[in-house]
């Protein structure tokens, strides 16, 4: 079982600016796809964006397109979110997930069997 920790999250002002670091443990990271979600109060965890484990093709939610990108370094077992143009729809907890080796790709957080703790971000408007 992998261990996730999230980092990077923090109070920022709309309009501003924050990346997000997941760090993965063990050594199957470069073949696991990984995901970012994320948790309003009040509210069901939504997924926001995505890689696969090959070919570093990327998925995102309509609300966060050309707002986030997700990337991940496979040498530091860590996947980013950049955030830009921030909204203060976007307060929420957020999450990174994985599933298992080589696993096909889903935007189902039922669908992933490892999380993080959460990092809070908060956007002020």
């Known amino acids: 079982q992998v261990q996730l920790v999230e980092s990077g999250g923090g109070l920022v002002q709309a309009g501003g600016s924050l990346r997000l670091s997941c760090a993965v443990s063990g050594r199957t990271f470069s073949t696991r796809p990984m995901a970012w979600f994320r948790q309003a109060p009040g509210k069901e965890r939504e997924f926001v964006a995505g890689?696969?484990?090959?070919?570093?093709?990327?998925y995102y939610a309509d609300s966060v397109k050309g707002r986030f990108t997700i990337s991940r370094d496979n040498a530091k077992n860590t996947v980013y979110l950049q955030m830009n143009s921030l909204k203060p729809e976007d307060t929420a907890v957020y999450y990174c997930a994985t599933k298992g080796q080589f696993g096909a790709w889903s935007t189902d957080p039922g669908d992933f069997s490892s999380w993080g703790q959460g990092t809070q971000v908060t956007v002020s408007s």
């Open positions: 890689i696969k484990w090959s070919g570093g093709i990327t």
